[in-house]
């Protein structure tokens, strides 16, 4: 459990950082190197949820969600609320209540204005799958759009330090199978994100990470808070 202490520093280190995409590239770049983290948060269909706010270690959704808290917020109790409404419906800390499915994240985020889905001028792919993967929730039929991954040149004039992407997945029964944080260096397009493969968060071209994954699509959200 990270403690309300070390929270208070991260953010006094951002306090005087202006708008939200430098605060999300400042906070993201502040994680490099942490250890990635295997089942993450406590909580199933028969194990009450607890809110985990870990600060040492992380995957790819939780260093996500936990950059996204920190760049909104003022103080550790305002991060605590931003994450409960970031990573649960309503921000209702059940286990039926989490966004298990990432499309379902992103939808409920957009609800709660938090964040919004980037509109993309571009060949559209509209997907469907039949959600199942996750024990204890009932399968369902879910419908999204995403942008095929060869149009991310085309984007990349649009695209800013802090925006979140989505790599949607080539398999029947799921929607979204990483994310990660996009970083403008200069021309260059980069991504943080909390690698199983390479052991915790790091930072790598995002033409190489597209290049060298099979996805059906990408799907680009930006985030919204008092700061941007």
Excluded at 122 to 133: D, Y
Aim: charged share 30%; net charge positive; glycine share 8%.
């Amino acid at each position: 459990m990270a403690r309300l202490q070390t929270v208070e520093r991260v953010l006094d280190e951002v306090k005087n950082v202006p708008g939200m995409s430098l605060r999300l590239q400042s906070l993201s770049k502040r994680f490099l190197g942490r250890p990635y983290s295997i089942n993450s948060l406590v909580g199933s269909a028969e194990i009450p949820e607890v809110l985990t706010l870990s600060l040492d270690g992380f995957d790819c959704v939780t260093y996500m969600e936990t950059v996204v808290a920190l760049a909104g917020a003022r103080t550790p109790n305002d991060f605590t609320s931003r994450l409960k409404r970031i990573r649960y419906d309503r921000g209702k800390v059940e286990w039926r209540r989490r966004n298990h499915y990432m499309t379902d994240w992103i939808r409920n985020n957009e609800r709660a204005g938090l964040v919004r889905q980037m509109k993309v001028e571009s060949v559209v792919r509209r997907k469907e799958r039949l959600l199942n993967v996750v024990p204890g929730l009932p399968p369902k039929k879910q419908r999204f759009a995403c942008t095929p991954k060869q149009s991310i040149r085309s984007l990349a004039r649009v695209l800013e330090s802090g925006d979140l992407i989505f790599f949607a997945s080539t398999r029947s029964h799921l929607d979204i199978f990483h994310c990660g944080i996009v970083i403008r260096d200069g021309d260059r397009l980069r991504l943080r994100h909390a690698s199983r493969s390479q052991g915790g968060v790091v930072e790598q071209d995002l033409q190489s990470f597209l290049d060298g994954n099979r996805m059906a699509g990408i799907i680009l959200v930006r985030p919204e808070g008092p700061h941007r």
